[in-house]
């Protein structure tokens, strides 16, 4: 019992580091929220000038579209981008397909009528899948025509006047990327969706603004950003050693000592994962790859010039999926720590009652803060968060299990995220694309089984300090367990 004890409050207080952590990006948000990034005007021709003129100035622009198996929502992608308002010959489209499936056929005929209709626009389609998305966007770059590179995930639905707003960003030659808010089209298709939207919110609207206004490091999200071309290769290039790409590129630009600029205000639409396997998958990914990216470049960081307040930041954003690990620690040692060791010492308990409150409640400020800012109902955020906690604690074991290959560096593939293009039928377009499954969900299910235990011995014994959390632990692996089944 000594053992749990050790583990239980040295798991609670690591979390607690990282929850004073998030309260203080919190802080830094309010702090800088009103201080906007410098959004120069884009070119003008002098009034007598020939209509040409002012387009002459504009430069020209690379959109990358990755593509794998996205049959649903292909077509709507490429369209969006076609809509763009940006003149048509500084307008260069690349349909990056690594499609194995009648995806490229769709892709391949849309490209041609966009060509026909006097698009500069390309389909690119790789057989062998080399480096996955790294790998596809290496390609493109290389053929690639403009001076910036505009990319975009195939479930992302891109406002028509996404370069008019952005790309004046770039009046700073010391500026190598520019990254927007991701927005959600169907936060309200069930729980899960609403619970990704939560925790999306506020990386999106807390962290990347806290550290862009800080002038701290923040990343590159892998879609729905801008690059110069230049800083890509003046970093090293798109690398595929890594499950994330994205983030591993972008510590490469700042430590070459490029800028970046994160704009709040636009948003860019995009789908949520509405199956559970998809959305595990997905985190999984992330995971993986930010402890991945953490081993292969935190060295550099920590021996940068850098100050040592975004030295330590950028340890925190490298590896804020680690509380992951010490979450299934706290869960696994929580159960006999709060149910069979009896009543704890005074002092004790106010330890534990103080971490419990301080990880709690950070929480909660970091969340609401992202939905104020959003105009989204504080009430049902409330009536969330619960839910939100009890999932998280629900797919830690799978996320553990992304954090420990991450470290341990074993490798795996890209496992891409199928999505159904929104909609009733959404779920049910996804199936085809749907991996086998793992293993890993018989061994929620056992979790849960352990909770439920644990939560009938908390009941029979009684007090609600023992029957809440081990009712919110025993919901989560339920919930993520069973989802994980039906969705299969």
Not at 162 to 185: I, Y
Not at 223 to 234: L, N, S, Y
Not at 257 to 280: I, S, V
Request: charged share 20%; hydrophobic share 50%; net charge positive.
């Amino acid at each position: 019992m000594a053992l749990a004890w050790v583990g239980y409050l040295s798991a609670l207080l690591l979390l607690s580091a990282y929850g004073a952590h998030r309260l203080w990006l919190t802080v830094r948000y309010w702090r800088l929220r009103e201080r906007g990034p410098a959004v120069a005007a884009l070119p003008q021709a002098p009034a007598d000038a020939p209509a040409d003129a002012a387009i002459a100035e504009l430069p020209v622009v690379t959109v990358q579209l990755p593509i794998y198996n996205e049959r649903c929502v292909a077509e709507r992608l490429i369209d969006a981008v076609a809509a763009l308002d940006w003149p048509r010959d500084r307008l260069h489209i690349q349909v990056l397909d690594d499609s194995s499936d009648d995806t490229a056929a769709l892709c391949r005929d849309k490209v041609a009528a966009l060509r026909r209709a006097g698009y500069d626009i390309e389909h690119r389609h790789r057989q062998d899948r080399q480096g996955f998305k790294a790998g596809a966007l290496e390609a493109g770059l290389a053929a690639s025509k403009g001076a910036f590179v505009l990319i975009l995930d195939a479930d992302f639905v891109v406002p028509s006047d996404f370069l008019r707003a952005a790309m004046g960003c770039f009046a700073d030659p010391r500026v190598g990327m520019v990254q927007t808010r991701w927005a959600h089209l169907n936060r309200d298709a069930s729980v899960l969706t609403r619970i990704q939207a939560l925790l999306l919110d506020g990386h999106f609207v807390v962290d990347q603004t806290a550290r862009a206004r800080s002038g701290h490091f923040f990343n590159f999200n892998g879609t729905a950003g801008i690059w110069r071309r230049e800083a890509i290769v003046a970093a090293g290039g798109w690398q595929h050693d890594t499950l994330t790409e994205d983030l591993d590129l972008s510590y490469r630009a700042l430590l070459a000592g490029w800028r970046f600029e994160y704009l709040l205000e636009r948003e860019t639409p995009a789908e949520l994962p509405e199956d559970m396997n998809a959305f595990k998958s997905q985190q999984f990914r992330w995971a993986k790859g930010s402890l991945e990216v953490a081993k292969k470049l935190l060295p550099a960081v920590l021996g940068s010039a850098q100050p040592w307040r975004v030295k330590l930041d950028a340890c925190f954003h490298l590896t804020q999926n680690l509380p992951y690990l010490v979450t299934l620690v706290l869960l696994l040692c929580a159960a006999p720590v709060l149910v069979l060791a009896g009543d704890m010492p005074s002092w004790l308990a106010a330890v534990h009652a103080g971490l419990l409150a301080a990880t709690a409640l950070t929480f909660a400020i970091y969340c609401m803060t992202a939905q104020r800012a959003l105009r989204r109902s504080p009430w049902r955020t409330l009536c969330l968060l619960p839910v939100t906690l009890s999932v998280v604690a629900g797919i830690s074991l799978s996320q553990t299990q992304a954090v420990l290959e991450g470290l341990l560096g074993s490798r795996s593939a890209f496992v891409r995220t199928p999505k159904g293009g929104h909609g009733a039928r959404a779920a049910r377009r996804t199936r085809r694309y749907r991996g086998a499954l793992r293993g890993i969900v018989i061994a929620e299910l056992a979790l849960f089984a352990y909770f439920s235990l644990f939560l009938l011995l908390a009941w029979w014994s009684g007090g609600w300090q023992r029957i809440v959390p081990m009712a919110m632990f025993t919901a989560g692996f339920a919930y993520v367990g069973t989802r994980s089944l039906l969705d299969a």
